[in-house]
């Protein structure tokens, strides 16, 4: 191999440009040693400049050849440019005789220099080896995931195997899914099973039971005409029977062993108790993984609608009184008549049914809880809704009968407001109704916060009666339960505002009348108050409390504007002082 002289400039050679040849190699073995080494040592203000070198991809990469180079030599002219002859031979390889290739190999068949019959053995991709039929690397696989995929290793043959081992893998993983679920739906099922022979065995009750088929042809398959709103708990329906009865019918959302535990106890806590102002159980449907509760439809709607506009004009104070009154006795019952007491949890207007003569009527027992009477409060998560809960039920999960005092006095803030209990739409400091209706009554500015419907029809008996129960609801709003009054006094109190009727006379002089005489704008037109009168005809015979007389100025001091001696004598010291009271 010919090689050039030194290029080092101290040696006193001037040529500008050298080439040297290290090595015979394949110009594409990935030797770490270059075929070529071309460089410039001449350079021009201490820069490189195109002219002063010789690039490798300009001589052979261009060329695209796979030649051995075997000499290299470099002339230089007068005008000092190099020029570079290079030598190559092409170097070929043969097997004489006929191909004897592996498998996996291909096969090239050659004529020989002699003119006699040659093959080259070559592996195949994904294959390594001489590929020769008696080479022991020959059969070595070098596939890998993706060379399988292209179909580079062994055929499409192969690659569809994988691909239908693949699709096989899925189905077989699908079908296990699938009896996984089904086991589960089983164990479900029979969890419901469970639940609901428990709900026959434990509840001490006759309730009717209806075929889920009945029940489905009374709601008309369950459709969105029938559907009359959603709560918590379900959706309700309203449902017409065979007989032509209609009914609400209480679809629980998911029938999973907690819900099956609020059915076991809405139904037991329904069906043990009797009084004219709790939504009464006609039956049920347990049935195809549906739990279903049937209740007596109330026509009028809840309260909430009523107060908020979304049925009627508005409701005359005579029927909120009253509708206040009636709720009032039948938490109190559910308070101290049965045994062991029953806390509802959730008093709120929206569950406070009315039926064709605006009689009162508590919905939703889903969140009662029959009480140990050995202990005063149960520990238990926060249940109810945002408004109504008892603030101190939020801080230490401690229920008692004067949550639901909490809850009733709210109701009794929207019956004389018409506000909704929360409302962004108001400002920041009003957003919460009790809290605006503690700060007007303290304040003695109930006028502010009375339904302009309720103040434009009002006479002063009306007006009157409707700072007593401010004065009331505001005693149910205090912050700590000792200071609140149980809801028999609440009760109690409802009724006897109920039965007064003052008609002023004389100046400032009032004296008490029979019921049967007060006349009052919000009085006129309505079954329901004529029913109401005649029901206080006859309490008034009975009740000595309507034996009242007395003296009351017409302005006073305190922040309900109104004070006499029978609320004085009920109101408990703390919630009097509160208001200021003075104690008779």
């Known amino acids: ?6 290029t080092d400039r101290s040696a006193g050679l001037d040529n500008r440009r050298n080439c040297i040849s ?50 290299v030599k470099y002339e230089t002219d007068a005008e000092n440019v190099t020029s570079v002859v290079f030598s190559e031979a092409e170097l070929g390889w043969w097997v004489h005789g006929k191909c004897l290739c592996s498998a996996n190999a291909n096969c090239t068949r050659v004529k020989t220099p002699a003119g006699g019959p040659g093959f080259r053995c070559r592996c195949g991709d994904g294959y390594q080896g001489d590929g020769f039929a008696g080479g022991s690397a020959a059969a070595v696989s070098t596939c890998g995931s993706a060379a399988y995929m292209s179909g580079n290793c062994g055929g499409s043959s192969k690659v569809g195997a994988l691909v239908g081992g693949i699709f096989a893998g899925g189905a077989i993983t699908a079908g296990l899914a699938v009896v996984l679920y089904l086991i589960r739906g089983r164990c479900s099922s029979s969890r419901f099973r469970k639940s609901t022979k428990r709900l026959l065995s434990d509840a001490s009750f006759n309730v009717p039971f209806y ?32 007989n032509g009865d209609l009914v609400a019918v209480k679809k629980i959302k998911h029938p999973e062993p907690e819900t099956v535990e609020q059915v076991v106890n809405e139904v ?3 069906s043990s108790v009797n009084h004219p102002n709790l939504v009464r159980l006609l039956g049920c449907c347990i049935e195809r993984g549906e739990q279903i509760l049937v209740y007596e439809f109330m026509p009028n709607g809840t309260l909430a609608q009523h107060l908020q506009r979304q ?7 005579t029927i909120r009184l009253a509708v206040a009154t009636e709720t009032a006795k039948a938490i109190a019952y559910l308070h101290s008549a049965v045994q062991p007491p029953i806390y509802h949890r959730d008093i709120k207007s929206s569950n406070i049914l009315l039926d064709h003569q605006f009689n009162a009527k508590i919905a939703d027992f889903g969140l009662s809880r029959a009480v140990v009477t050995d202990f005063s409060h149960v520990s238990t998560a926060p249940q109810g809704t945002p408004g109504y809960v008892d603030p101190q039920y939020h801080q230490n999960y401690h229920l008692s009968d004067k949550s639901d005092v909490y809850s009733f006095g709210v109701v009794l803030m ?30 003695g500015k109930v006028e502010e916060i009375i339904d302009p419907f309720l103040g434009k029809q009002g006479d002063s008996w009306a007006l009157a009666s409707i700072h007593k129960v401010a004065e009331l609801g505001f005693r149910c709003l205090a912050f700590h339960r000792d200071m609140r009054p149980s809801m028999m006094e609440v009760a109690d109190e409802l009724e006897q505002i109920r039965l007064s009727c003052w008609a002023p006379k004389d100046g ?77």
């Open 268 to 270: 037991k806590m329904i």
């Open 211 to 242: 075929p889920y088929k009945t029940i489905e042809r009374a709601t008309d398959n369950f459709s969105d005409t029938n559907r009359l709103g959603t709560g918590a708990y379900g959706t309700v329906y309203v449902g017409n029977l065979s």
């Open 22 to 71: 290290d090595r015979l190699s394949y110009l594409r073995c990935q030797s770490k040693d270059k075929n070529i080494s071309c460089y410039s040592n001449i350079t021009t203000n201490g820069a490189d400049t195109d002219d002063d070198f010789l690039s490798e991809t300009d001589v052979v990469h261009s060329t695209g050849c796979e030649f051995l180079f075997t000499t």
């Open 414 to 443: 929207e019956i004389i407001t018409g506000l909704k209990v929360v409302d962004f739409n108001r400002v920041q400091s009003e957003v919460n109704l009790a809290a605006m209706a503690v700060d007007r009554i303290s304040k």
């Open 311 to 317: 049925r009627g004009v508005g409701l005359p104070w």
């Open 508 to 584: 400032d002089v009032v004296v008490p009348q029979p019921v049967e005489l007060c006349t009052s704008p919000l009085m006129e037109g309505s079954e329901r108050v004529e029913s109401a009168r005649s029901e206080g005809v006859e309490s008034a015979g009975k009740s000595k409390r309507l034996v009242v007389s007395g003296r009351i100025e017409e302005k006073v001091n305190s922040p309900v504007s109104v004070q006499d001696n029978w609320v004085s004598e009920q109101s408990t010291p703390s919630s009097s002082s509160l208001l200021g009271y003075p104690n008779h």
């Open 1 to 6: 191999m010919a090689g050039p002289r030194s």
